[in-house]
């Protein structure tokens, strides 16, 4: 199994351009997390979803938006980057609630916007 | 306040110290708790949970402290390959099983 796989690893962005994070897991999970850590700060949740076709609010959800069409699939949106979005972005899976404290993380996105 | 709070460190041990982390949380509600691992420009990874009665895994001891809302982390005989950064994780309130992160306490480990 390749757990939980992110696309693409680095990316750099000038101000106001857009792009999408590809967020794949193969274990069947239903819960699926997309968080960013920045220094100092921990890791915060921007979105979450509870199941496929369905997802919610995070701690820090301004200028992201995600979608959860595949229950394996979780994209993460940024509509018109700004330079406080650079940031390393992780995504994450866990089973449904009983299995919630153990989640899984994918390898990371390191994005920069200039 | 922040939600979960831990000292940054970096804690500078040498191989076959004992160290100890502790970690505060604000909100009394807070159901369930973690100690997870990262290494440096790596994803977290899952150490171990943390039961009110306290647990061991191996070289590893987590304890939780409800009354005065802190939860710790033991490791005994360190290696090398325990550098890492050791983040407390809490789960807050009900209907959203997202977990609150503390910022993580970096451990060095030297020879």
């Known amino acids: 199994n390749a757990g939980v796989t992110q696309t693409p690893k680095f990316r750099v962005l000038k101000t106001g351009q857009s792009m999408t994070l590809l967020c794949a897991q193969d274990m069947n999970h239903e819960y699926m997390y997309w968080y960013r850590q920045d220094p100092g700060m921990g890791l915060r949740l921007i979105h979450y979803?509870?199941?496929?076709?369905?997802?919610a609010k995070g701690e820090v959800p301004d200028g992201y938006n995600v979608s959860r069409l595949k229950k394996q699939n979780f994209l993460l949106g940024l509509e018109s980057a700004a330079p406080s979005q650079t940031s390393v972005y992780f995504c994450?899976?866990?089973?449904?609630?009983?299995?919630?404290?153990?989640?899984?993380f994918g390898p990371g996105t390191r994005l920069t916007v200039t | 306040r922040k939600e979960v709070e831990q000292d940054p460190g970096p804690f500078n041990v040498p191989e076959g110290a004992t160290v100890a982390f502790n970690c505060t949380y604000s909100?009394?509600?807070?159901?369930?708790f973690f100690w997870y691992r990262q290494d440096c420009r790596k994803e977290p990874k899952l150490l171990m949970s943390v039961y009110s009665s306290g647990n061991e895994d191996g070289r590893f001891t987590a304890q939780l402290n409800r009354a005065s809302q802190y939860i710790s982390l033991l490791i005994r005989d360190s290696k090398l390959s325990d550098s890492a950064t050791y983040l407390c994780v809490v789960i807050t309130g009900t209907g959203r099983r997202a977990l609150t992160f503390g910022s993580g306490t970096r451990l060095q480990v030297q020879p």
């Open positions: 909100n009394s509600a807070s159901q369930s």
């Open positions: 979803s509870v199941g496929e076709g369905t997802t």
């Open positions: 994450a899976s866990s089973y449904s609630t009983r299995g919630a404290g153990e989640q899984y």
